[in-house]
T-cell receptor, first 108, second 115 residues
Framework: GQNIDQPTEMTATEGAIVQINCTYQ??????LFWYQQHAGEAPTFLSY????GLEEKGRFSSFLSRSKGYSYLLLKELQMKDSASYLC?????????FGTGTRLQVFP | DTGVSQNPRHKITKRGQNVTFRCDPI?????LYWYRQTLGQGPEFLTY????????KSRLLSDRFSAERPKGSFSTLEIQRTEQGDSAMYLC?????????????FGQGTRLTVV
């Protein structure tokens, strides 16, 4: 299988840092995407990791450990507009599989 | 290019009716995916095309579901004899040629309600 697991919900305060974890089964694994999805909208691309390590892109960073089947998305200086679902998605040889998403609520 | 386009945006149908959705991917994108998403869940993979070839089909897809991409451009997803459990957002995504490690771009989806 290609089970992808991430927490269902998280809450955080405006200005804080939050880390959203994702684990996946490593068999056939290729690379790891993070998408953001606001309610009622299509997912939009945030980041992609294929090599181990941290990829930084402004307030958002993503980390991958291939050997551990583990990734996280780090959001810094949280803003109210960051309230959304964050989807971890892994590529396997012939498809892109999503986790159930983590719904993040940012409070003032 | 206006991105991935899906039609219709909303569809309400009676149980037992057939429905067909259309997806127009971004030009030159040879990979096309269909997903289904219900409230509070991530997108569930349904099927995947590379050009006109349907390379993968989820076991979630019963024989009431069929997808085509006849000329390797637009795709259609048909659901026959709809059931209330088919109510969901149906998302289409496309990605360009190359490795699988390229970003997939999503359309706005077709929201199906079966009454």
């Amino acid at each position: 299988g290609q089970n992808i697991d991430q927490p269902t919900e998280m809450t955080a305060t405006e200005g804080a840092i939050v880390q959203i974890n994702c684990t996946y089964q490593t068999s056939g694994f290729n690379g790891l995407f993070w998408y953001q999805q606001h309610a009622g909208e299509a997912p939009t691309f945030l980041s992609y990791n294929v090599l181990d390590g941290l990829e930084e892109k402004g307030r958002f960073s993503s980390f991958l450990s291939r050997s551990k089947g583990y990734s996280y998305l780090l959001l810094k200086e949280l803003q109210m507009k960051d309230s959304a679902s964050y989807l971890c998605a892994a590529t396997f040889p012939d498809k892109l599989i999503f986790g159930t998403g983590t719904r993040l609520q940012v409070f003032p | 290019d206006t991105g991935v386009s899906q039609n219709p945006r909303h569809k309400i149908t009676k149980r037992g009716q057939n429905v067909t959705f259309r997806c127009d991917p971004i030009s030159e994108h040879n990979r096309l995916y269909w997903y289904r998403q219900t409230l509070g869940q991530g997108p569930e993979f349904l099927t995947y095309f590379q050009n006109e070839a349907q390379l993968e089909k989820s076991r979630l897809l019963s024989d009431r579901f069929s997808a085509e991409r006849p000329k390797g451009s637009f795709s259609t997803l048909e659901i026959q004899r709809t059931e209330q459990g088919d109510s969901a957002m149906y998302l289409c995504a496309s990605s360009p040629p190359g490795t699988m490690n390229t970003e997939a771009f999503f359309g706005q989806g077709t929201r199906l309600t079966v009454v």
